[in-house]
């Protein structure tokens, strides 16, 4: 070897501390990193992985690097490619990481499933099809459409069950967000079997009971269905079943450790159990995902675990450095932190105890700004010309530089100061400071699609907090996208033109009804063309486009074909293409966005001024992809008879999404349906 990791250190003006030297030359056995904040872990990860690489001849493929976000994985892998690179500059050496196992624990859980060299009987087991959060959703939702009325449930006795505090709602959103919640702590616990049912308390009965249903729904026809949480319980069912899973990796390695859950631990200490080379990373003070699982335990008694485990104690060097902020931000920071006692009334202690975080700086200026006591007027306007300030004085290039951290975003507090901000002339992009469709372009958007497709009236079955708020929202959409069309004449044009093709659309498939029923048929009948399409196409006062489609030679094929293969088409389908309109949703978004109002949004971001409209453009186009993608893919017969509003058909408006935490805002998605 050319070069040490003295010299590689030298190259890249690293200098690590005692504690950093030592993680970095640890190489066998299980190691314990408490990282304080600021202290430099992540490089430690990286020098610590390059060191095992480069100088002690562990192939990329045998290491296991975990971490919390796909960003932070990003991150790893760009850094440990860019100190290779340095490596190979000396030695000519070449280093591949294609086929490392570096990233977030459910991509590389997707990974081990998918693997043919992991399976038993090394075939390429077929991949799951994996519901991120919003999918998962929709599943649920046609899950308990389905499940509840075998138990006699409705969503307030799923809110009853699930939901923690005295309030229960009757909400079907909040019944399928609390249901998402106790499913997915289910399976990161680990609570996969039968007996669990026989011995739980009458509470958990029917949350256990409804739980086994909905991972037998997960199952379909085209092969299995999972969601993140499942995702690991299968890959934990897999190691369990590889009598040599345990030597998979000469070395795990595990950053953000404290966000653990119950069954990562069992996966990690598991893919080490040969090697015993497990080395965990992280901070229990800032554990943050308890609610959605994380264990901190997990990382405070890692100790004990390697004993249960490995019969082996880890090795402990405490990362207690903090290079990011100055003395009196640490100082307090470990005062504020040892004012309350940790310990746990059984024995042992909620946090490790003993960390003396210390500061590298011995800057000892003011760190903390106060704002005077007041108003919140005063507040934000004070808050405002500091910002002013900063921007002006060039103490920030980016103004993006300055980050505003709230307990939530959906307060009073958030929106008078980011009202505070563009008074002042700065530009703030922050959806989820409300409910993402109620910003600006959601309400141009959408307020476009109601003068299209036509709001749904409000219907006296339905009721609630939400419900009112979702027509008081039409009606603000609706009124926007008037004062749109009288600024553009040519958007004007294009809407009543759109208009008039849902209308057209919808007295087809009324007039096609009409003649359907006088001949005695029935929508749920076989197609049989020799009978039934000569009289369609006879329909009095169907539109030219409608004949068209009935008499389309291509269709025929396709009507004939189906009949060969025994698998005929009914009378309904044949309806609803005859009268379906030739564009869907996310078309008219596009067309829209071509017009002025819009355009001028798209140039905005191209000069580099503001980016936010067009970003929340970006999203909207995106949920209206993913609703798609569920439910249809055209305009047919369902959406236009309700929209019509003929014939005692009833619009049902739904709350499909109301809330989540890793998209931006949220969203409210409306279904037309027949009312039974």
Not at 560 to 577: C, D, Q, S, W
């Amino acid at each position: 070897m050319s070069i040490t990791l003295e010299q590689l250190w030298e190259e890249s003006r690293f200098s690590p501390n005692p504690s950093q030297f030592e993680a970095i030359n640890h190489v066998d056995g299980p190691l314990f990193l408490p990282a304080g904040p600021g202290s430099g872990k992540t490089r430690v990860l990286l020098w610590r992985t390059v060191n095992l690489i480069v100088f002690h001849g562990v192939d990329p493929n045998e290491i296991f690097l975990s971490t919390f976000t796909e960003k932070a994985a990003f991150q790893l892998k760009q850094g440990l490619q860019s100190l290779l690179g340095l490596v190979t500059n000396h030695t000519n050496q070449p280093y591949d990481l294609s086929g490392m196992f570096i990233g977030t624990v459910h991509s590389l859980c997707q990974r081990l499933i998918t693997d043919r060299k992991y399976s038993p009987d090394k075939t390429r087991p077929r991949r799951p099809h994996v519901l991120d959060a919003l999918s998962q959703y929709f599943h649920v939702s046609r899950f308990l459409r389905e499940a509840l009325p075998k138990y006699e449930f409705d969503h307030t006795t799923i809110n009853r069950l699930f939901s923690r505090g005295d309030f229960v709602s009757e909400s079907r959103n909040n019944a399928i967000n609390n249901a998402i919640n106790v499913f997915n702590r289910f399976s990161e616990d680990c609570l996969q079997s039968d007996d669990h049912i026989v011995s739980a308390d009458d509470l958990i009965v029917p949350m256990l009971t409804l739980y086994k249903d909905y991972r037998s729904s997960l199952v379909t026809n085209g092969g299995v269905m999972t969601d993140f949480s499942l995702l690991q319980a299968e890959a934990l069912d897999l190691l369990e079943c590889h009598p040599e899973s345990g030597s998979f990796f000469k070395h795990v390695i595990v950053d953000e450790y404290q966000d653990t859950n119950t069954i990562q631990e069992r996966i990690f200490f598991k893919l080490a159990a040969q090697n015993k080379n497990l080395c965990v990373v992280g901070d229990d003070e800032q554990a943050l995902y308890r609610f959605r699982g994380a264990t901190v335990e997990n990382f405070v008694e890692f100790p004990q675990r390697c004993l249960t485990y490995f019969d082996l104690a880890p090795r402990e060097i405490p990362l207690n450095v903090n290079y990011r902020s100055r003395r009196r931000i640490v100082d307090f920071y470990s005062q504020f932190m040892d004012c309350e006692n940790w310990a746990k009334p059984q024995g042992g202690a909620y946090r490790l105890e003993g960390k003396n975080i210390q500061s590298h700086s011995t800057d000892s200026a003011v760190s903390v700004v106060a704002t005077t006591p007041g108003e919140r007027t005063l507040v934000n306007s004070e808050i405002t010309s500091l910002v002013t300030s900063l921007v002006n004085e060039g103490k920030v290039q980016d103004p993006n530089q300055i980050a505003f951290l709230f307990p939530s975003l959906k307060t009073e507090a958030v929106r008078s100061m980011k009202a505070s901000l563009e008074a002042a002339g700065h530009l703030v992009y922050a959806p989820r400071a409300g409910r993402f469709l109620e910003v600006d372009e959601s309400i141009d958007v959408f307020g476009l699609f109601v003068e299209i497709l036509d709001p749904p009236e409000k219907n006296g079955d339905f009721g609630g907090k939400d419900y009112d708020e979702f027509h008081e929202w039409l009606d603000t959409s609706a009124a926007r996208a008037r004062v749109l069309m009288r600024e553009d004449p040519n958007l004007k044009r294009f809407v009543a033109d759109r208009r008039a093709e849902v209308e057209t659309a919808t007295k087809d498939y009324e007039l096609l009804l009409n003649r359907v029923e006088k001949e005695g048929w029935n929508t749920d009948d076989i197609f049989v063309p020799e009978t039934m399409k000569k009289v369609l196409l006879q329909t009095a006062g169907i539109s030219e486009k409608a004949r068209k489609s009935l008499g389309n030679a291509y269709f025929e094929r396709i009507i004939r074909k189906r009949i060969e293969e025994g698998n005929p088409f009914k009378l309904g389908y044949v309806m609803n293409a005859a009268s379906s309109l030739d564009w869907n949703v996310l078309d008219l978004f596009y067309r829209l966005i071509g017009f002025d109002h819009f355009k001028r949004m798209l140039d905005l971001a191209e000069s580099g001024e503001d980016e936010g409209p067009t970003c929340n453009l970006a999203l909207i186009s995106g949920y209206i992809a993913r609703y798609l993608d569920e439910f249809t893919s055209i305009l047919v017969r369902h959406l236009l008879a309700a929209i019509g509003r003929r014939r005692k058909i009833k619009v049902c408006t739904a709350v499909l999404h109301r809330e989540f935490d890793h998209i931006e805002g949220s969203l409210i998605l409306v279904t037309f349906m027949p009312r039974p």
